[in-house]
C-alpha cells in the first residue's frame, strides 16, 4: 500500500478509495417452505445488494386437480373440495359454487337460505381479513396483533362449528338451500361474541393503524395504481385499495346483499398500507351485514322442498315409497343438471371468486374451471415488490392474501 | 343487457363473428382464432364495450360432451374406459378456448369463445392486451396444451416440467401415475454430491430395498 499511495487514484482501480464497490447480482430462493412464505410457495428472487431485482414466483405445490376431481364426482360431491380453496372462508367458496349450479338449473333457494348464507359468508370474510392482518403484524413483529387477531377468529369459528358441525371444513351449503339451521340460542350467542370482535379490532386499529413503524414499513411499498391492477386481473381489497370501486355484491347485488346497508371503503394510493386499512375496514362492513342479517332473517324452511335436487327429509325416506326412490336416485345418479354453461361470480374475501361450469346434462360436471382471486393478484407480485428491499417482500406478499388452495387448485 | 355488446361485436367483425348465444344471462360471441386479438384490442380499448378485466381464460375439451360418452343419466359412479375413446368418432373441432370478459365501468360482461382444432391448436396470445393474460395463457397451456404463439414464456403453472401429458383433457386417465422424478445430479451443501454415475436418473424412493427392479417407464 506505500508504494500505491504516491500514485494518484484512479477511478479504474479496484483498490482507490473512491472506487465503486464490486456488486454482482445473486439469486436467493425463498421458499417452498420457508417460515415467511405463506403456503408453499416458491419466489425466486434476484437482488442486487438488498435491492429486488426480480422476482419469479413458482407455484403448484399445493395443487390436488381441483378440476379433474370435479369432473369425476357427483355435483354434489364437489362442494368438499371447495371447502379446501380457501380454507380460512369456506362458506363463501360453498355459495360460490353452489350459486353456480343453481344458476344452471335455473333454481332459487329459499329466502331464509339465502340470508343463512350471507351470514355465513360475511363471518367467514372478516375471519379471512383478520387472518391476513393478524399475518402482516406477525411478520413484520407485532405479535400482539397476531394473538388478538385469532381471539377473534377463534370466537367466530366456535360459532360456526355450532352452526356447521366443522370448524374449518364445513360443507354448509346445498342445492337449493344449506345443510343445518342456526341451533337454538345460537343467534344470540353470536349477538354477544360481537362486541368482542368488533373491540378486538378496534385494539388492532390502536396498535398498528398510526404506530410509527408498521407505517415505516407498509405506507408506498408495494404501490400499483388502478388501472394498471386491472390489467393485472385484481379484484377485491386489493383492487379497492387502488381507489377503484368495484364489488360484487354492489355491483351485481346476489342473494339478499340488495337488501343490506353497508359501504364499499376505497383506498387511495394502492399500497400495503392502504390494503391493510381497507380490510380493517371491510371487518366493520361485514359485522354491519351480520346484525342486519340476524333482524331481517325470516323463519321458514331452510332447504328448497324439490326432491330432484334436495334431499328428502328423512321421515319421508324411511316413511314413503316416493321419499325413498328420491334419496335412492339422488345418491347414486346423482343430480340431473341441464346442460349448458354459466361464470358465476361472487365477491370471496380476497376478490372475485369465479366458477366457470359446464354441464352436459348428466350427473356430474363436465368441467369446472375455477377463477381463484389470488391468482392473478401473485402474478403481479414481480410489478409489486420490484426496486424495494428483500425485506419489504413479506409485508407485500401478506397484504395480498394469497391462499394456496384457490390459487393452485 | 350485454345483447347490444353482441351485436356491436357482429357489426364491427362481421366476418369474425361465427357464432354467439345466450345462455342464463351469460353472453356469447365465438369468432375466428385470426381475428382473435383484433377483436379484443376493439373490445378492450372502444369506450363502448371497455372490457378492461380478464377475468379468466378457460379451456374446454368436448371429446366426451355427448351425453352417451359420460353414460349419460346412467349411475354417475361409473366411468367412460379408454378402449372407449378411441372406438369413437373424435370430434370436432374439439377445444375451444374462452375468455371471460368484464367492464367495471359498464357493469357489462362477454365471453369469447375461439373453437380449435386436435390437430391444430394454436392461439395467439393476447398478453400484450392484458397482463393478467400471461399467467392464465400458461395455465391454460398446461392443462390442455394449447399454444399461445407470441407468449413471452410459455411454461407450465401448476405441474411440474417433467410431467408428460395434459391432465384436464379428457382423454387423460384420471388415476394416471406418472413416475417420480429423479433427483438432479447437482451438489448438495448437506448431503454432498448428488447420486453419481451410477444412481443419476433413479428416483430416491426407488433405490431403496425391494423397488430397485421398477423402470421409472412403466412405473404408474
Not at chain 1, 398510526?210 to 394498471?228: K, L, Q
Not at chain 1, 361470480?345 to 346434462?361: D, K, P, R, W
Not at chain 1, 401473485?378 to 390459487?407: C, K, T, Y
Not at chain 2, 370430434?91 to 374462452?98: D, K, L, S
Amino acid at each position: 500500500m506505500t508504494e500505491r499511495s504516491n500514485a494518484p487514484a484512479q477511478d479504474t482501480d479496484p483498490l482507490s478509495l473512491d472506487a465503486e464497490m464490486p456488486s454482482a447480482l445473486m439469486t436467493v430462493n425463498l421458499g417452498p417452505s420457508h417460515p415467511a412464505m405463506h403456503g408453499t410457495v416458491r419466489m425466486t428472487v434476484t437482488l442486487d445488494g438488498e435491492t429486488i431485482v426480480h422476482v419469479d414466483p413458482e407455484i403448484g405445490f399445493l395443487h390436488r386437480g381441483f378440476s379433474k376431481s370435479s369432473e369425476n364426482s357427483t355435483w354434489h360431491q364437489v362442494l368438499p373440495y371447495t371447502d379446501r380453496l380457501n380454507y380460512v372462508s369456506p362458506i363463501l367458496n360453498n355459495t360460490g359454487y353452489i350459486m353456480g349450479v343453481e344458476k344452471l338449473i335455473g333454481l332459487k333457494p329459499t329466502e331464509r337460505a339465502e340470508y343463512l348464507r350471507v351470514l355465513g359468508g360475511e363471518i367467514c370474510r372478516i375471519c379471512d381479513h383478520l387472518t391476513c392482518i393478524g399475518a402482516i403484524g406477525l411478520e413484520l413483529g407485532a405479535f400482539t396483533v397476531f394473538l388478538y387477531a385469532m381471539e377473534a377468529r377463534e370466537l367466530f369459528w366456535d360459532r360456526i362449528a355450532e352452526l356447521c358441525g366443522a370448524r374449518v371444513t364445513v360443507s354448509w351449503t346445498r342445492i337449493g338451500g344449506v345443510a343445518t339451521d342456526m341451533p337454538p340460542g345460537w343467534d344470540q350467542k353470536l349477538r354477544d361474541i360481537l362486541p368482542r370482535v368488533i373491540e378486538l379490532t378496534n385494539e388492532i386499529d390502536t396498535l398498528l393503524t398510526r404506530n410509527r413503524i408498521f407505517v415505516d414499513r407498509t405506507r408506498g411499498i408495494g404501490v400499483i395504481s388502478g388501472d394498471e391492477a386491472i390489467d393485472w386481473g385484481f379484484t377485491g381489497p386489493c383492487l379497492r385499495a387502488c381507489g377503484v370501486n368495484y364489488d360484487v355484491r354492489k355491483a351485481h347485488p346476489y342473494s339478499v346483499y340488495d337488501r343490506m346497508d353497508f359501504e364499499i371503503p376505497l383506498g387511495t394510493r394502492g399500497d400495503t398500507y392502504d390494503r391493510y386499512v381497507l380490510r380493517l375496514e371491510e371487518i366493520r362492513q361485514s359485522h354491519r351485514i351480520i346484525l342486519q342479517c340476524l333482524e331481517q332473517m325470516p323463519p321458514g324452511p331452510i332447504i328448497i322442498d324439490d326432491w330432484r335436487y334436495a334431499l328428502p327429509p328423512k321421515k319421508e325416506v324411511f316413511g314413503s315409497i316416493e321419499g325413498v326412490m328420491a334419496h335412492f336416485k339422488l345418491i347414486m345418479e346423482g343430480i340431473q343438471v341441464p346442460a349448458g354453461e354459466v361464470y358465476v361470480y361472487t365477491e370471496g374475501a380476497n376478490g372475485e371468486l369465479g366458477f366457470h361450469i359446464v354441464s352436459n346434462g348428466t350427473g356430474k360436471p363436465y368441467a369446472i374451471q375455477l377463477r381463484g382471486p389470488g391468482l392473478p393478484i401473485l402474478s403481479a407480485m414481480p410489478r409489486l415488490i420490484q426496486g424495494h428491499a428483500v425485506a419489504d417482500l413479506i409485508p407485500v406478499f401478506d397484504s395480498i392474501n394469497m391462499i394456496g388452495g384457490e390459487v393452485e387448485q | 343487457m350485454s345483447q347490444a355488446l353482441v351485436d356491436l361485436v357482429r357489426e364491427k367483425f362481421p366476418e369474425a363473428v361465427t357464432a354467439s348465444h345466450s345462455h342464463r344471462g351469460d353472453e356469447v360471441v365465438t369468432i375466428r382464432r385470426e381475428d382473435l386479438v383484433a377483436v379484443m384490442t376493439f373490445l378492450r380499448n372502444d369506450p363502448q364495450t371497455d372490457l378492461k378485466l380478464l377475468r379468466q381464460i378457460v379451456g374446454i375439451d368436448l371429446l366426451t360432451y355427448k351425453k352417451e360418452m359420460t353414460g349419460g343419466g346412467a349411475l354417475a359412479s361409473i366411468e367412460v374406459p379408454e378402449y372407449d375413446l378411441q372406438k369413437k368418432s373424435p370430434v370436432e373441432p374439439r377445444f375451444y378456448v374462452a375468455y371471460n370478459l368484464y367492464s367495471i365501468t359498464r357493469k357489462h360482461a362477454l365471453r369469447v369463445r375461439v373453437d380449435l382444432r386436435s390437430d391444430d391448436v394454436k392461439v395467439p396470445s393476447i398478453t400484450s392486451l392484458y397482463r393478467t393474460a400471461d399467467w392464465w395463457e400458461r395455465y391454460t397451456y398446461d392443462m390442455f396444451g394449447f399454444e399461445f404463439t407470441g407468449h413471452p414464456n410459455l411454461k407450465r403453472l401448476l405441474m411440474y416440467p417433467e410431467f408428460v401429458g395434459h391432465p384436464l383433457r379428457k382423454d387423460y386417465p384420471v388415476r394416471k401415475r406418472q413416475p417420480l422424478v429423479p433427483e438432479l445430479d447437482f451438489p448438495d451443501l448437506i448431503r454432498g454430491p448428488g447420486p453419481g454415475p451410477g444412481g443419476a436418473g433413479v428416483p430416491m424412493s426407488q433405490t431403496h430395498v425391494g423397488r430397485k427392479n421398477v423402470d421409472p417407464s412403466t412405473y404408474d
